[in-house]
């Protein structure tokens, strides 16, 4: 995956970089702990659980520097067995930790505790999880629900899972007839929300885990959606990352296929971030990155400095004005360290149009397009090394 980077014009912000005002704000209060963990988890269709380590104390994602002891175990709730008993040293401790569920027996609960233990710091940090294999379904499609920014009946939902659900020989010729050229389907699920299907409307951005025997890095893809009525539309993956697919949907239903086509190039490293390109010809510069599900963030109101918002007056679209600054904060705090991931922010519900402005710590600038069709809301795919971002709308 790759970091896309739309470059601004060379001398404004060489005479820029040095002078943007990347001091952190609202940081938290004296006498908050340094380290204080959290967790989220993201389990796939093949069994795969996946947990995100993130830090609330001030030191941020400062605690990657240091030493970390991981241990995880699981204990069968049938008969007590020990299904997982392993450890690693690690320093960088917001990169996912692997849970191994392939000794789980299915329909069987297991429970799986994770320490995080460091010495240096003087910090242990412990959290437990359930899991239930028959949850599980071979082949599918599992939503990453601490990224997505799906709304179902118009209200933010996360019990969205999907399912291997063949489609109807109609219904399938339809879809097959709406691919691309080139396209072919691959899989056919639905997109269920509290693990019933239904037809009310389902809107927003999606990210699925793309099941292990269909990843190839050599593939595009696309996710299709059926309606009711049979109403098709055909979504681009908007993510960076070869292992999922982001897709900003809008149907009332819940039937979707995963469709690809190869190509001789590998295009994870050639797709670019949904940046406007009307305000610069530099071509974008491209570095493999991680994808990482960006979480427990805010947009906090607050003005940057001058030089921040010469850079943003100078990227603002024709046609665009400014709403309002920002500094996106990651745990509470504004620091430099990537940010990358999905991003909804709150907009007033006034303007047909909506862009972010980020400028990164070397002053490198990002124009970043709308993801969601929802008044009231807009939703960024950002990835930059800073905090400074300006809101614009026409």
């Avoid at 963990?37 to 069994?47: A, E, N, P, W």
């Avoid at 690693?88 to 297991?110: Q, W």
């Avoid at 990352?241 to 995963?258: D, H, K, M």
Wanted: charged share 15%; glycine share 8%.
């Amino acid at each position: 995956m790759k970091k896309m980077i739309l470059k601004g014009i060379a001398g404004l912000i060489a005479a820029f970089a040095v002078a943007v005002a990347f001091k952190p704000v609202n940081t938290l209060a004296a006498g908050q702990p340094a380290v204080s963990l959290v967790c989220d988890y993201i389990t796939t269709s093949k069994g795969e659980t996946f947990c995100i380590i993130g830090n609330k104390g001030t030191l941020g994602y400062g605690v990657n520097a240091y030493t970390w002891q991981i241990t995880e175990t699981a204990i069968d709730l049938n008969d007590g067995a020990t299904t997982l008993n392993y450890s690693e040293t690690r320093r960088v401790l917001s990169d996912p930790l692997y849970i191994d569920t392939t000794r789980f027996k299915r329909n069987v609960a297991n429970t799986v505790t994770i320490t995080c233990k460091c010495l240096e710091l003087g910090y242990t940090y412990t959290t437990t999880i359930t899991l239930n294999n028959d949850k599980l379904v071979d082949g599918g499609f599992h939503i990453i629900t601490s990224g997505c920014a799906c709304l179902y009946n118009g209200k933010a939902n996360n019990t969205i899972d999907g399912y291997p659900l063949p489609l109807g020989p109609l219904a399938r010729t339809s879809v097959d007839a709406m691919l691309p050229a080139g396209y072919v389907n691959a899989l056919e699920a639905s997109l269920v929300f509290n693990y019933t299907p239904d037809y009310v409307n389902k809107s927003g951005i999606v990210c699925y885990n793309i099941p292990e025997g269909y990843r190839n890095p050599n593939r595009t893809y696309k996710l299709v959606t059926l309606g009711e009525g049979g109403v098709i539309s055909v979504c681009d993956d908007l993510d960076l990352n070869p292992a999922t697919i982001s897709a900003n949907v809008n149907f009332n239903g819940y039937a979707v296929v995963l469709a690809y086509c190869e190509n001789s190039v590998n295009t994870a490293t050639t797709v670019s971030l949904p940046v406007s390109t009307t305000v610069d010809s530099t071509p974008l510069y491209t570095a493999p990155q991680l994808y990482t599900v960006l979480t427990h963030y805010e947009f906090a109101k607050n003005k940057q400095g001058p030089a921040c918002q010469n850079i943003f007056k100078v990227f603002t679209p024709a046609g665009y004005t400014e709403v309002e600054q920002y500094s996106l904060k990651t745990n509470g705090t504004a620091n430099l360290y990537v940010k990358n991931g999905l991003a909804t922010v709150k907009v007033p519900g006034t303007h047909s149009s909506y862009k972010l402005i980020t400028v990164d710590n070397k002053g490198n600038v990002q124009v970043l397009d709308d993801l969601d069709a929802q008044s009231g809301t807009a939703t960024f795919l950002v990835n930059f090394a800073g905090y400074a971002c300006c809101l614009v709308a026409k």
